[in-house]
């Protein structure tokens, strides 16, 4: 996923000591700076970015040693473009704290051989070209009746969906290598219904 990074301000300085260029922008919904000095000498010289915090201050989430960028830079002096000279090193920081502070992606991801397995189920269940539409209120449905899904692949290739056992279960914490302990009470929405006088 690429972040996007949107430009807030900069800043460029030189001095007899050398000169800097730091930028600010906003990228997944957080203020980040880049900051980067040449001075004249390696070890007084510094590239980081940081990511505004809520009690509004700076706190570090990357950098980049000047072994890396210090030798390929001009030395200090009055006519140095700092933001053309160290823009890039900027521009490096900058993308690596989007990465960093990019959302995780929560939707989970299914293998292929699930994909293949979910087909089969569909083919099973409504034929060859069996084709089923499960609309939000089927899947509120399943998701207050019965135990939660789970998905176990088999190391002969075989693939169990079942909603028929509890998650602390001997057969799902196992990967079905052990038997259920019969302690998996799922009530039968029908026989809830009838019990509740509906």
Known sequence: MTATITPRDETAAVTTNGYRYDRVVETAGRIV??????????????????????????TR????????WWHSTRTPSPRVDPAAVLGPVADQLLRRAATILAPVSTTPTLSPHVLDAVG???ATTYRYDGEQRITPDDMAWATTHG?????????????????????QCPFITSSATQDCDGECDVEDPADAQRRLGR
């Open 33 to 58: 700076r880049a900051r980067v000095l040449r001075a004249r000498y390696y070890n007084e010289s510094l590239a980081v970015a940081e990511v505004l915090t809520e009690h509004l201050t700076w």
């Open 61 to 68: 989430i990357a950098d980049d040693d000047p072994v890396n």
């Open 120 to 122: 089969a189920l569909v």
């Open 147 to 167: 135990g939660r899904l789970h998905v176990i692949e088999h190391d002969d290739g075989s693939v169990t969906f079942t909603k028929a056992h509890r998650d």
